[in-house]
């Protein structure tokens, strides 16, 4: 038996390892995550945006402060 033999088993092998597994994506999970929702524009941030990027958003976009955006933020 030569190398192509093991290398065709060892994919058979690990076909039924693989197969089990579902679909990774992780877009429903980074939808559900993003709830800091700009108030002038509507725009979505994930909930782990941190004060800084919101008040660059708020001071380039809109040139307001971050409490006229983000209201309900809470740092």
Request: charged letters at 25%; glycine letters at 6%.
């Amino acid at each position: 038996m030569g190398n192509g033999a093991k290398a065709a088993q060892k994919r058979e092998r690990n076909a039924g390892k693989n197969a089990d597994k579902g679909p990774t994506s992780k877009t429903k999970v980074n939808e559900a995550a993003k709830n800091i929702i700009c108030q002038t524009c509507r725009q979505a941030f994930l909930l782990t945006t941190r004060a800084p990027a919101l008040e660059e958003h708020a001071q380039n976009k809109h040139s307001k402060t971050l409490a006229e955006c983000f209201p309900n933020f809470t740092k």
